[in-house]
């Protein structure tokens, strides 16, 4: 049964940084896109980054762009955020999900999700 599970996250103060690691119990790991969402209550799931099966292509939503970094491990099936300049607005529950759709933006293009990673930003 697919599987990943979020860890790494936390309570830090703007400005700060936190790594967000996806480890991915999943078949063909190295065969699909992954991607982080992040999600407040009462707001739709957002989509944060992503990354395609071979790392060659990133993509990022614009507010964080320059400030965080998508990457993966192949090896060790796991896909990593790393997040800095952390903002208060960034506060949400961070999600990681695997796609068999390149370049998915949509929650509707993932196939399998975590459970989710709290990140809290202090002002």
């Known amino acids: 049964q697919e599987q990943l599970v979020e860890s790494g996250g936390g309570l830090v103060q703007a400005g700060g940084s936190l790594k967000l690691s996806c480890a991915a119990a999943?078949?063909?790991?190295?065969?699909?896109?992954m991607g982080w969402f992040r999600q407040i209550p009462g707001k739709e799931r957002e989509f944060v980054a992503g990354?395609?099966?071979?790392?060659?292509?990133?993509y990022y939503l614009d507010s964080v762009k320059g400030r965080f970094t998508i990457s993966r491990d192949n090896a060790k099936n796991t896909v990593y955020l790393q997040m800095d300049g952390l903002k208060p607005e960034d506060t949400a529950v961070y999600f990681c999900?695997?796609?068999?759709?390149?370049?998915?933006?949509?929650?509707?293009?993932?196939?399998?999700w975590g459970q989710g990673t709290q990140v809290t930003i202090s002002s």
């Open positions: 999900a695997a796609a068999y759709i390149p370049g998915a933006r949509s929650s509707q293009g993932y196939a399998y």
């Open positions: 999943v078949r063909a790991f190295s065969k699909l896109s």
């Open positions: 990354i395609s099966d071979s790392d060659d292509f990133t």
